[in-house]
């Protein structure tokens, strides 16, 4: 278990969703098999196990500790692009759709959470935009037109309740929501299993076969699982190699906790209108102490390793808005996927009769995942569904072609970087606990210390598409800019949507290396 990862569990006091989960290791069968178990995969199942279908969730790794575990748990049905942008790209009506479908999925998780009797400690409250410095109130107004044109309640106010925005202009967003989010995944988890869902943990799949109208998912270690219908809902989906990874370009994000007196603030959301903005929310903590999580400082996965000065910048920024706030207790980070035309991709997976396929969250992942939940449900068991035209995700979205360029230029950057020099010029350079990209003669290395000396040697070369990997050096791993596949100092994959490990090199002698395929 990494960093991150123990960090974010001590938060959410030590939540283990599914312990017992054991890994596939034999053959099995499903009416529906379901890749990945953050909040899409486990709502998908928790919805269609309850219509009485048979369900297998596969994850790679535990139940429920990939990126829905690193979420700050804002759930709100208004647009973290701005509606203003959104309703220019995909018209009011797609606006309407927008708001309609969060708002839904906020609904859904309240009334989850009630009959399961989860205790995650859910609660409606206000939403909060405010006016960043340097922006005008003409903007602001602009965004409560848009808001108000696709049906959302909005309000007008000055005034936030931090130190020097006392008089910002800001927007009203009434009957928001948050809660504990992993103890509402546990909670889903065993309803779920409850329901009939057999969920397996450490099952990494390498493969989704449709043929002859049933599908075949195999695992890394040869185990199989056939179902009539597959459910892809691992972040980043493994079963299709370039169509949905060039609609949409991973970020990564990052947020710090800090103790704050109960009753400080109102608990709400809160959000400024900077890009990237902060965001700010409130979690129960013991005594009269709450804690205030603060989120912000996004850049394009791979193309920073600067944690330490973005953690800084946040702390700073909160601080001066509220004084009182006592230690720093956690920091991690997570990575978000920015779909070009601002909303996910959830549907049928372009090119497949029974591969369904939910991505793209950008930053609203609980909403975006519910509604997933919800939507290929209904397409599976009816054969249609609400709202499934405009997150289809072979849809093709014209005003979004400048945003395509713009994101897939990483990609360009990314295979230019392989005639650059080494950031190093030999492994001997490195330190215990260091990581970095070295040139040995035609090829590059990602190399990596750990902190007995032991030297770990892997290409640099993503096993998904051939970019260029980039050292993350806050959660010790290697990240690639183009997709945003992650991998562990020892080349296995951590997440999607690669499905191999980085090759590994041998060294042979100086200034000569061979390839092995790791594991």
């Given at each position: 278990m990494n960093a991150l990862d123990e960090a974010t569990r001590s938060l959410w006091m030590n939540v283990a969703v599914a312990p017992d989960a054991p890994r596939l290791s034999k053959n099995d069968k499903a009416e529906v098999c379901i890749i990945g178990s953050g909040i899409a995969g486990l709502s998908t199942a928790y919805e269609l196990?309850?219509?009485?279908?048979?369900?297998?969730?596969?994850?790679?790794?535990?139940?429920?500790?990939?990126?829905?575990?690193?979420?700050?748990?804002?759930?709100?049905?208004m647009s973290d692009d701005t509606f203003k942008s959104l309703n220019r790209m995909r018209g009011v009506d797609g606006g309407k759709t927008f708001y309609q479908s969060h708002a839904a999925a906020i609904s859904r998780i309240e009334q989850i959470?009630?009959?399961?009797?989860?205790?995650?400690?859910?609660?409606?409250?206000?939403?909060?935009?405010?006016?960043?410095?340097?922006?005008?109130?003409?903007?602001?107004?602009?965004?409560?037109?848009?808001?108000?044109?696709?049906?959302?309640?909005?309000?007008?106010?000055?005034?936030?309740?931090?130190?020097?925005?006392?008089?910002?202009?800001?927007?009203?967003?009434?009957?928001?929501?948050?809660?504990?989010?992993?103890?509402?995944?546990?909670?889903?988890?065993?309803?779920?299993?409850k329901r009939g869902a057999r969920l397996y943990a450490n099952s990494a799949v390498v493969s989704v076969?449709?043929?002859?109208?049933?599908?075949?998912?195999?695992?890394?270690?040869?185990s199989r699982v056939s179902a009539a219908n597959v459910v892809v809902a691992s972040n980043a989906p493994v079963s299709n190699l370039f169509d949905l990874h060039s609609k949409q370009a991973p970020y990564r994000t990052y947020v710090?906790?800090?103790?704050?007196?109960?009753?400080?603030?109102?608990?709400?959301?809160?959000?400024?209108?900077?890009?990237?903005?902060?965001?700010?929310?409130?979690e129960r903590g013991?005594?009269?102490?709450?804690?205030?999580l603060v989120g912000g400082a996004d850049h394009k996965s791979g193309?920073?390793?600067?944690?330490?000065?973005?953690?800084?910048?946040?702390?700073?920024?909160?601080?001066?808005?509220?004084?009182?706030?006592?230690?720093?207790?956690?920091?991690?980070?997570?990575?978000?996927?920015?779909?070009?035309?601002?909303?996910?991709?959830?549907?049928?997976?372009?090119?497949?009769?029974?591969?369904?396929?939910?991505?793209g969250d950008s930053g609203q992942g609980l909403t975006h995942g519910v509604i997933g939940?919800?939507?290929?449900?209904?397409?599976?068991?009816?054969?249609?569904?609400?709202?499934?035209?405009?997150?289809?995700?072979?849809?093709?979205?014209?005003?979004?072609v400048k945003n395509f360029i713009a994101e897939n230029i990483a990609?360009?950057?990314?295979?230019?970087?392989?005639v650059a020099p080494g950031e190093l010029s030999s492994v001997d350079e490195l330190k215990p606990g260091q990581g970095a990209i070295i040139r040995e003669g035609l090829s590059k290395i990602a190399a990596y210390r750990d902190e007995n000396g032991k030297l770990h040697r892997r290409s640099a070369v993503c096993s998904h598409l051939g970019c260029h990997i980039h050292w993350n050096s806050f959660e010790t791993c290697w990240d690639c800019p183009c997709h945003g596949s992650q991998f562990s100092v020892d080349g296995a994959v951590l997440n999607a949507p690669a499905i191999h490990p980085l090759e590994e090199i041998e060294a042979k002698g100086k200034g000569d290396s061979k390839l092995r395929r790791a594991g």
């Amino acid at each position: 278990m990494n960093a991150l990862d123990e960090a974010t569990r001590s938060l959410w006091m030590n939540v283990a969703v599914a312990p017992d989960a054991p890994r596939l290791s034999k053959n099995d069968k499903a009416e529906v098999c379901i890749i990945g178990s953050g909040i899409a995969g486990l709502s998908t199942a928790y919805e269609l196990a309850g219509a009485g279908l048979d369900v297998v969730v596969l994850d790679r790794g535990a139940i429920a500790g990939g990126m829905s575990a690193r979420t700050s748990a804002h759930l709100t049905s208004m647009s973290d692009d701005t509606f203003k942008s959104l309703n220019r790209m995909r018209g009011v009506d797609g606006g309407k759709t927008f708001y309609q479908s969060h708002a839904a999925a906020i609904s859904r998780i309240e009334q989850i959470q009630a009959n399961e009797s989860i205790s995650c400690n859910f609660r409606r409250l206000n939403g909060y935009l405010f006016l960043a410095p340097n922006m005008t109130r003409q903007e602001l107004d602009e965004e409560y037109d848009a808001t108000r044109a696709v049906g959302m309640p909005v309000k007008k106010q000055n005034g936030v309740p931090f130190a020097g925005e006392e008089n910002s202009a800001a927007l009203v967003y009434p009957d928001q929501a948050t809660f504990h989010p992993l103890r509402y995944l546990k909670g889903i988890a065993d309803a779920a299993t409850k329901r009939g869902a057999r969920l397996y943990a450490n099952s990494a799949v390498v493969s989704v076969e449709e043929r002859d109208g049933a599908v075949a998912v195999i695992t890394e270690d040869g185990s199989r699982v056939s179902a009539a219908n597959v459910v892809v809902a691992s972040n980043a989906p493994v079963s299709n190699l370039f169509d949905l990874h060039s609609k949409q370009a991973p970020y990564r994000t990052y947020v710090m906790v800090m103790t704050i007196p109960r009753d400080t603030i109102e608990d709400a959301l809160y959000w400024d209108t900077l890009d990237p903005y902060h965001y700010v929310r409130l979690e129960r903590g013991p005594g009269n102490t709450d804690y205030l999580l603060v989120g912000g400082a996004d850049h394009k996965s791979g193309e920073a390793d600067d944690a330490g000065a973005r953690f800084d910048a946040l702390e700073a920024w909160m601080r001066a808005r509220l004084p009182d706030l006592g230690k720093v207790t956690h920091r991690w980070s997570g990575q978000v996927l920015d779909p070009i035309d601002l909303a996910a991709f959830s549907g049928r997976n372009p090119g497949n009769e029974h591969v369904f396929v939910h991505t793209g969250d950008s930053g609203q992942g609980l909403t975006h995942g519910v509604i997933g939940s919800l939507l290929i449900s209904r397409l599976i068991l009816t054969g249609k569904a609400d709202w499934e035209e405009f997150y289809a995700p072979g849809r093709k979205t014209v005003s979004a072609v400048k945003n395509f360029i713009a994101e897939n230029i990483a990609a360009v950057k990314s295979f230019a970087e392989y005639v650059a020099p080494g950031e190093l010029s030999s492994v001997d350079e490195l330190k215990p606990g260091q990581g970095a990209i070295i040139r040995e003669g035609l090829s590059k290395i990602a190399a990596y210390r750990d902190e007995n000396g032991k030297l770990h040697r892997r290409s640099a070369v993503c096993s998904h598409l051939g970019c260029h990997i980039h050292w993350n050096s806050f959660e010790t791993c290697w990240d690639c800019p183009c997709h945003g596949s992650q991998f562990s100092v020892d080349g296995a994959v951590l997440n999607a949507p690669a499905i191999h490990p980085l090759e590994e090199i041998e060294a042979k002698g100086k200034g000569d290396s061979k390839l092995r395929r790791a594991g």
